[in-house]
T-cell receptor, first 113, second 114 residues
Framework: DTGVSQDPRHKITKRGQNVTFRCDPISEHNRLYWYRQTLGQGPEFLTYFQNEAQLEKSRLLSDRFSAERPKGSFSTLEIQRTEQGDSAMYLC???????????FGPGTRLTVT | AQSVAQPEDQVNVAEGNPLTVKCTYSVSGNPYLFWYVQYPNRGLQFLLKYITGDNLVKGSYGFEAEFNKSQTSFHLKKPSALVSDSALYFCAVRDKPWTDKLIFGTGTRLQVFP
């Protein structure tokens, strides 16, 4: 399968702990996106990269959130000092260019207890 | 701010009947519009997009969408619904021409009954 992959698929953590998610985009896609989706809502933009450069970051993303794409391939999203409000599905997507559709991975479901 | 609205939380239709899932948008400038579908326990799948050109856009799985600038709408349609079309559908718009950021609607659950 050459689609977008995300790891882990599920994560349960205690409040205050740090978590890190990984996303592997479709090979040769230079753009990579992170979204967050809560129950009953559409995906909400977090940030995106072109190669290793982070081009935009949502104001909704607090300083507890950080994303990297160090070699322009896979990306990581880290949440420090997790809060219950961080519980959501974290979606990753990639695209070969900025004008077209984004291809989404299966998501990582985070539950903060 | 750019936005899309999906006025119906749920749409019910009988198999074989035509279906419409509604989306209206509010953007400054020319909109880049998308439809995605989300099946249970699966990621979002791209259906179709409108960037420019013909107002009737054809996409995957027999779906199409009509861009209507005067009504600021981009409704998703299919001539004959299948039970397997039952899923959550999201309309999205590109925030600004110079960004890849997509703004999604709240989604419409389509239920197709046999």
């Amino acid at each position: 399968d050459t689609g977008v992959s995300q790891d882990p698929r599920h994560k349960i953590t205690k409040r205050g702990q740090n978590v890190t998610f990984r996303c592997d985009p479709i090979s040769e896609h230079n753009r990579l996106y992170w979204y967050r989706q809560t129950l009953g809502q559409g995906p909400e933009f977090l940030t995106y990269f072109q190669n290793e450069a982070q081009l935009e970051k949502s104001r909704l993303l607090s300083d507890r959130f950080s994303a990297e794409r160090p070699k322009g391939s896979f990306s990581t999203l880290e949440i420090q000092r997790t809060e219950q409000g961080d519980s959501a599905m974290y979606l990753c997507a990639s695209s070969p260019s900025g004008i077209g559709e984004q291809y989404f991975g299966p998501g990582t479901r985070l539950t903060v207890t | 701010a750019q936005s899309v609205a999906q006025p119906e939380d749920q749409v019910n239709v009988a198999e074989g009947n035509p279906l419409t899932v509604k989306c209206t948008y509010s953007v400054s400038g020319n909109p880049y519009l998308f439809w995605y579908v989300q099946y249970p326990n699966r990621g979002l799948q791209f259906l179709l997009k409108y960037i420019t050109g013909d107002n009737l856009v054809k996409g995957s799985y027999g779906f199409e969408a009509e861009f209507n600038k005067s009504q600021t709408s981009f409704h998703l349609k299919k001539p004959s619904a299948l039970v397997s079309d039952s899923a959550l559908y999201f309309c999205a718009v590109r925030d600004k021409p110079w960004t890849d950021k997509l703004i999604f609607g709240t989604g419409t659950r389509l239920q197709v009954f046999p």
